[in-house]
């Protein structure tokens, strides 16, 4: 709902100039509601591999470049052949709203890019990420929703065997192992396109559970757990 009311304001201010008009205020601040808190569903290591397993071959390589880089499935599927530079080793993303963002491309992307299969087909030679299609034996477009991938990622999950997840959760995946990474959560901000870092904080318990993990075993007064219990302070 918010999206839509911020949408809306920006097209008025845009028909405001185009129009030489003045556009009355409104405050369409004070209608936007509290998002509710995202979710985070990260993919285990087990459940990539049993994911894999299930999921046929064509689909692989759009699985692994959202695992690699974090983009939503209408960015993935949508990603045309002009917005790879390969000689500059980046990637033009269009984000929600028609907003660009520039990802690097690491060796192991350029592998996975240098490695497709493309499309014979007029409309569908310019796009990234295509499949064969099961009439005309011919490379097509793959589509983001509904169509012949979601029903082959909801049969390729429930073979694996995985619960509770979605495509976006790949986006998530990709965030939290990132920041257990880097440590670096503007950085990671940046990869994901946000706008505004407090979007990213969602991934904040990352940080907090490595930062646990690090004082297991540590102790300020230089004495284990159980030397503390024997000996309270």
């Known amino acids: 709902m918010n999206r839509h009311l911020q949408m809306l304001g920006r097209a008025l201010r845009h028909m405001g100039k185009v129009y030489k008009t003045e556009v009355p205020e409104i405050d369409l601040k004070s209608a936007e509601t509290k998002e509710p808190r995202e979710r985070v569903r990260e993919l285990t290591t087990d459940e990539q591999s049993r994911l894999f397993a299930a999921l046929p071959q064509e689909f692989h390589p759009m699985v692994a470049f959202a695992l690699m880089t974090g983009a939503r499935i209408s960015t993935i599927t949508g990603l045309l052949w002009r917005e790879v530079d390969m000689p500059n080793r980046e990637i033009t993303f269009r984000l929600k709203g028609d907003e660009l963002m520039i990802f690097p491309i690491n060796g192991e992307l ?14 569908s030679r310019r796009y990234v990420f295509t499949r064969v299609d099961g009439h005309s034996a011919e ?6 929703s509904g169509g012949v991938f979601g029903t082959v990622w909801r049969k390729a999950l429930l ?3 995985i619960d509770n997840f979605r495509f976006h959760d ?15 959560i503007s950085l990671v901000s940046k990869l994901l396109g946000h706008t505004n870092i407090e979007t990213t904080s969602r991934y904040a318990h990352v940080l907090t559970s490595d930062l646990r993990d690090a004082l297991d075993g540590f102790s300020l007064m230089g004495k284990g757990p159980n030397m503390l219990m024997q000996h309270p302070l």
């Open 139 to 144: 490379r097509i477009q793959i589509v983001a």
């Open 159 to 161: 073979d694996a065997g």
């Open 170 to 184: 790949l986006r998530h995946t990709f965030a939290t192992r990132m920041l257990r990474k880097t440590q670096n």
């Open 110 to 123: 350029a592998a996975l890019l240098s490695a497709l299969p493309k499309s014979n087909v007029m409309e």
